[in-house]
């Protein structure tokens, strides 16, 4: 199958700018509704978790809210996940304070099952949030210098766009499943971020590379854009190939892990699957349409001298 860059950049230009454009949107929503553009964990807001499995059916989760404020917790979190688990996460708590909400709970709820707890003090939860901006703002630094020192400029422009395009998709995806799911983002996510930034650089340097070769012996026998679409027909089954190989390993986690590893394993997904279209059809596609913005260029600048 061969595949066609060049001539259908406009379609893969739009049908990025409307995934990207919902991703932005929820983000957005996300920001004025719950003050961050996605739904931050535990790792970095800081509280007291309680993930309570009850053995019975599960009570109404309105209910449920209610008997957790009259505890003394009225801007307590409480969110219902899957059919038999609900998740209550409030200010820090101490040992004492965790055992009162619980026998509370239980008195006029029913019998559940303690099934995970956590507590993260307001501090370590903010340090671990800048930590994990930082970590991830001097790899971004890092990956494009390196791009600058590896290729020549447009090039680097090019796949630096895509390694954020991918980032941002990965976000945006993570942001609707907040508003939508309540699912939130830990530093396993931050992780995941960073992962995918070296996946995705790692995918448009294998396409450029073969762009740079190519043009040595082609460069006066075909155009540019035929010599990009040529580079990524030449690669783009490795790339493919290779996504599904960590697709293989990914899954199995999404389903059968725990729930951090869980949306780990969905972040690892989302990112490698957009960092392989990007690869192929954004940074190969973006390149092209630089090199003629500087051929139509060229030819003004060149016409206008002519004409004095």
Known sequence: MKIEVAKSKSKWFTASGIGLGIGLVAMVIS?????????????????????????????????????????????????????????????????????????????????????????VGPTLGQELLFNGLLSLALALAAILVYLAFRFQLDYAICAAVAMFHNVIATMGVFAILGLLLGIEVDTLFVVAILTIVGFSVQDTVVVFDRVRENLKFLSRKKPFPDIVNDSVNQTWVRSVNNNIAALLVLLPLSIFGGESIRYFALALIIGFVVGTYSSIFIAAALLVWWRERQTVGATGAGAAKAER
């Open 31 to 119: 920001l004025l509704t719950l003050g961050s553009p996605l739904r931050l964990g535990l790792d970095f807001t800081g509280g007291t978790l309680l993930q309570l499995k009850f053995v019975k059916a599960i009570p109404d989760i309105a209910k449920v809210r209610a008997e957790v404020g009259e505890a003394g917790y009225p801007n307590s979190v409480v969110q219902q996940i899957g059919s038999d688990t609900i998740a209550v996460r409030t200010r820090p708590l101490s040992q004492p304070e965790r055992s009162k909400l619980q026998d509370a709970l239980k008195a006029d709820l029913g019998n559940f099952q303690l099934e995970r707890i956590e507590s």
